[in-house]
């Protein structure tokens, strides 16, 4: 690897010819050969499977939920730098009726007002990353005592009941602790998690206080006087779920039964919570599998828009009906074997693929010749065989894919407008912009 440039004298170049001999390799002389004159494919070389889907005698669902959420970092100009991250995530409710009035592809700003009309809440907050101290304690303690306020206080504590009907299994008939986790003082698993219903208790070593959103583990991610992105990013996938299942936690407890089963809930992004927040995906298995046990089935998907499903999609999408706008739509859902061995192309490892992290399956949706989904459908109960999931399986997909062709959008490719809608309220890329941001972070209190 070449030096890098510094600040009085020039980087190195990398060396062009050094590596020259590798060539000899027949090895590499292949490689170069078919990387020069690849021959275009025939056929699906993954051999997916594809099914037909016709939504005759299928019910729509009437209601449309959608969750999506943006952080970004920003640095003070100074020396040493300070540094912050700002986080916001919306929900949006959709109304179907005014929805498929408006041209998805040029909507009428005026149509577009009045969809999002006492349709959205947003939740907001701020993390301080570097060089950023309070008077009240560490960065560290700052992120811990930010999180468990910026949840207690917006929207009256409507998030963090959520959090504590989802972490107490406060749907069931019989609530447990919360999940193990670690203390955030002295480090040691708290085995028996924080008591029923409980918002703060004490380590059972250190008599330190934890919070139960200390069991989410974002502690875990930092140190005493910085933290890094990921906590941003983890808190925004965190709110996101949140925000989405207080409306499916609303609605559970609503006298019209009804009222949750025919609605679809959509958040951006894979139905996965992955490292020490997973610890959350078992008890969102059993709620989801209960809803189903007792014909209460919740409708959730999750989109995926980039990644090594979105890009193996794309690669084969162009083999499977339909091919014209007047043929039906096409399905695919994605077994296990065939995900390690077509998407990932990794052996069989130790855990079953996404035993610990997924709360949905992968499914692949071919609605016209253009336009072309990665979905995630939950399937309740997690079965760690290889041929799982089937489409049976997969929670309502039926009603799901009669829902989705009134939603698509065609001012981007594979788009669903209520995620475009929501994010253009949870986006901080333009609203508030960055510069603003930065501005602030600069601006002098008081």
């Known amino acids: 690897m070449a030096y890098g440039q510094g600040t009085r004298l020039p980087g190195e170049s990398a060396s062009k010819l050094g590596h020259l001999a590798v060539v000899k390799s027949p090895w590499v002389k292949a490689l170069i050969a078919e990387f020069e004159s690849a021959l275009p494919q025939e056929?699906?070389?993954?051999?997916?499977?594809?099914?037909?889907?016709?939504?005759?005698?299928?019910?729509s669902l009437s209601r449309v939920w959608a969750v999506d959420g943006s952080f970004v970092s920003v640095k003070a100009?100074?020396?040493?730098?300070?540094?912050?991250?700002?986080?916001?995530?919306a929900l949006l409710a959709i109304d179907r009726a005014r929805l498929d009035a408006i041209d998805k592809e040029h909507p009428h700003p005026l149509l577009l007002q009045d969809v999002l009309r006492d349709s959205a809440v947003f939740h907001a907050t701020v993390f301080p990353l570097k060089n950023v101290r309070t008077p009240l304690g560490t960065n560290y303690d700052a992120v811990r005592h930010i999180i468990r306020d910026s949840m207690r206080i917006d929207e009256d504590g409507a998030f963090y009941e959520t959090l504590k009907w989802l972490a107490y299994k406060k749907?069931?008939?019989?609530?447990?602790?919360?999940?193990?986790?670690?203390?955030?003082?002295?480090h040691i698993e708290i085995k028996s998690g924080l008591p029923i219903n409980t918002d703060e208790g004490q380590c059972p070593k250190c008599d330190g206080v934890v919070f139960l959103t200390d069991m989410l583990g974002f502690h875990l991610d930092m140190d005493e006087e910085s933290a890094p992105d990921s906590v941003a990013s983890a808190y925004m996938l965190m709110m996101e779920l949140l925000m989405l299942f207080t409306a499916i936690r609303i609605f559970w407890g609503h006298s019209d039964k009804s009222l949750v089963t025919d609605t679809l809930f959509i958040k951006d992004g894979p139905l996965t919570l992955r490292s020490q927040y997973s610890k959350l995906v078992p008890g969102l298995r059993a709620f989801l599998q209960h809803a189903k046990e007792i014909e209460r089935p919740v409708h959730v998907i999750g989109q995926e828009k980039s990644g090594a499903f979105f890009d193996h999609l794309a690669s084969i999408v162009r083999f499977p009906p339909p091919h014209s706008r007047d043929e039906p739509t096409s399905y695919s859902v994605l077994s296990h074997d065939f995900v390690r061995r077509?998407?990932?192309?990794?052996?069989?490892?130790?855990?079953?693929?996404?035993?610990?992290?997924?709360?949905?399956?992968?499914?692949?949706?071919?609605?016209?010749?253009?336009?072309?989904?990665?979905?995630?459908?939950?399937?309740?109960?997690?079965?760690?065989?290889?041929?799982?999931?089937?489409?049976?399986?997969?929670?309502g997909l039926d009603r799901i894919l009669a829902t989705l062709p009134s939603l698509i959008s065609h001012k981007h490719e594979g788009a669903l407008f209520p995620v475009e809608l929501a994010n253009g309220i949870a986006s901080l890329s333009n609203y508030p912009s960055a510069k603003i941001l930065q501005h602030f972070m600069e601006a002098p209190l008081g």
């Not at 056929?43 to 005759?56: H, I, L, V």
């Not at 749907?171 to 986790?181: G, V």
């Not at 499914?363 to 979905?375: I, R, S």
């Open 43 to 59: 056929g699906d070389p993954s051999g997916s499977t594809w099914s037909s889907f016709s939504s005759e005698n299928v019910q």
């Open 77 to 89: 100009a100074q020396h040493p730098p300070r540094e912050v991250a700002f986080v916001k995530t």
């Open 171 to 186: 749907w069931s008939k019989h609530p447990t602790n919360s999940p193990a986790f670690n203390c955030p003082h002295c």
């Open 342 to 395: 077509e998407v990932y192309r990794s052996p069989d490892l130790q855990n079953p693929y996404g035993s610990r992290t997924n709360w949905g399956e992968k499914l692949y949706v071919k609605f016209d010749p253009g336009t072309y989904m990665v979905l995630n459908v939950p399937t309740g109960n997690y079965n760690e065989a290889g041929t799982f999931p089937l489409a049976d399986d997969l929670i």
